[in-house]
């Protein structure tokens, strides 16, 4: 995954100058000590030039984490600290940034040895308001070494979706096909979070596609997807015709990339892409995924945006489907009902043509596209990847900018069943707690696109804090909620 950041967190220890200084400096190295010892050393970096009473003192520290490489900072109270420095650190540092702090180890030692920084968190958050920084401060922020570790090391993934966002360019092809406003959302709100739009038209990757007829690279490139695709080989001919498209998109990336070290794709994939260039680009599209660069179909921006976010948090191949259509009667009735504790409500099938990575299938299958081969000839139609999708947890999420450009997303954990779909494309029977509440009052509510991203695990406690460090207001934030609480919009009757 050469696509997905990796981050340092530089452990800046704070302290109040009418406290012992001592105090945070031993409770610093006991953290880190905790840190490395169940987490090791590669995600942190102890910062041992002062420990921060003052500005001065605030501006060493920050060159220290920053010539040590540190893309992400944790401010670490062990004691009550001093609330003005401290929360400069993370106003200069420019880069996500923690706020955690100190328990009191001991009976015996609450009067020389009393921290109080259960207190000094109150200030610190203030003082993060009243400067407009925002800061990721955990759900219960104070705890001996051991605890904080664990605070620590649940920051990482939060951090690598920000870092990974700062640096992230988003190139297009082609505007959103026509009758298919779903996915068309204002593009405003993705430079707000710092990331970078390149829009192109398929004819300039048309005519970069076309460059490369007969390049030397392709024969290797058939190779590799021969041995992916194995006894699913089902339409060997087109294989050099999407070997020549996937470098078209590899060489694009990183002549475009300019200054950013990361990018994901949004693309036009139909109505004329099977015409002109005598196929359709689904299984190109799953390999890049696999290769950590996402890519999002229909030119789904949001789309792509979300599918990053969640291949930063999981380190991890994700994908992009359809909330498409329901279970039938007869098969949750045959395949569900009794064996799983979902209604049927709970129940939907996500899908898309092909563009599911083949790691997450339970077998793969070269065809052609079933639903484009309606209206055209089935031999511009091929290339796509089907198979149904391996059973487990995952998380049903979307970032999204609304018609009036406020960001809003939503959440939701579920699991991928051990059903047979019977049907075609990259698709699997989905099962989400409240599923049908969640349908009405979230997505239908939300006014969100039929496309959510899918990450494989339960992630939505890391994406939750990702959404809110960068600004969606929580109230913005929907997800699954339980039988007992009813949503704003959800007749009480």
């Known amino acids: 995954m050469n696509n997905i950041p990796k981050v340092k967190i530089g452990i800046v220890a704070v302290s ?10 031993g409770r610093r190295k006991a953290l880190v000590n905790a840190y490395e010892a169940k987490y090791g050393k590669d995600d942190i970096y102890e910062c041992p030039i002062c420990i921060v009473e003052s500005e001065i003192h605030m501006v060493e520290a920050l060159k220290d984490v920053k010539a040590a490489g540190c893309d992400a900072l944790c401010v670490y109270l062990g004691n009550f600290g001093p609330e003005i420095s401290e ?53 219960y922020p ?79 490139k058939v190779k590799e997807m ?6 699913g080989n089902m339409k060997p001919t087109i294989l050099p015709k999407l070997a020549q498209f996937e470098l078209t998109i590899l060489d694009w990336i990183e002549a475009n990339r300019g200054y950013r070290k990361y990018v994901a794709i949004a693309s036009k994939c139909w109505p004329a892409f099977q015409t002109q260039f005598g196929f359709v680009p689904c299984y190109v599209n799953s390999r890049l995924t696999g290769m950590g660069i996402p890519v999002s179909c229909e030119v789904d921006i949001y789309g792509a945006l979300s599918e990053f976010i969640g291949a930063s948090v999981s380190e991890d191949v994700v994908t992009l489907l359809d909330i498409n259509n329901t279970v039938p009667d007869d098969m949750y009735a045959e395949a569900i009902k009794g064996k799983f504790d979902y209604t049927h409500q709970d129940t939907f099938m996500g899908f898309h043509c092909g563009n599911t990575c083949s790691k997450k299938l339970s077998a793969s299958t070269m065809k052609h596209q079933l639903i484009m081969a309606r209206a055209l000839p089935e031999e511009v139609t091929q290339g796509t990847l089907e198979g149904d999708i391996i059973p487990g947890d995952i998380t049903f999420f979307r970032l999204q900018s609304t018609a009036d450009n406020i960001l809003r997303a939503y959440i939701a954990h579920g699991e991928v069943l051990p059903v047979a779909t019977r049907s075609f494309g990259g698709i699997g029977v989905f099962a989400i707690p409240e599923m049908g509440r969640f349908y009405r009052h979230v997505l239908i509510e939300g006014n969100y696109p039929h496309h959510g991203a899918v990450a494989f695990g339960h992630y939505g406690k890391a994406l939750y804090e990702v959404f809110k460090y960068l600004g969606v207001c929580p109230c913005e934030i929907g997800y699954n909620q339980p039988k007992n609480v009813r949503y704003k919009t959800e007749n009480p009757f």
Request: overall charge negative; proline content about 5%.
């Open 87 to 139: 929360t400069l650190l993370a106003k200069h540092f420019d880069g996500p940034a923690m706020f955690v702090a100190a328990a009191e180890e001991s009976q015996d030692r609450l009067v020389n040895d009393r921290g109080d920084a259960y207190c000094g968190m109150l200030n610190a958050s203030y003082n993060l308001k009243l400067r407009n920084i925002r800061a990721y401060i955990p759900e």
């Open 226 to 231: 021969e041995a992916e695709l194995g006894e």
């Open 142 to 220: 104070v705890g001996t070494a051991s605890e904080c570790a664990d605070m620590i090391n649940e920051f990482v993934p939060i951090a690598r979706a920000i870092v990974g966002l700062k640096s992230l360019k988003i190139i297009t092809f082609g505007p959103r096909p026509h009758n298919f406003l779903a996915c068309n959302a204002p593009i405003k709100q993705l430079f707000n979070l710092g990331v970078e739009v390149q829009e192109n038209s398929e004819l300039d990757l048309f005519e970069a596609f076309k460059k490369l007829e007969n390049d030397d690279r392709i024969p290797a």
């Open 16 to 25: 109040r100058d009418c406290f012992p200084e001592s105090l945070s400096v």
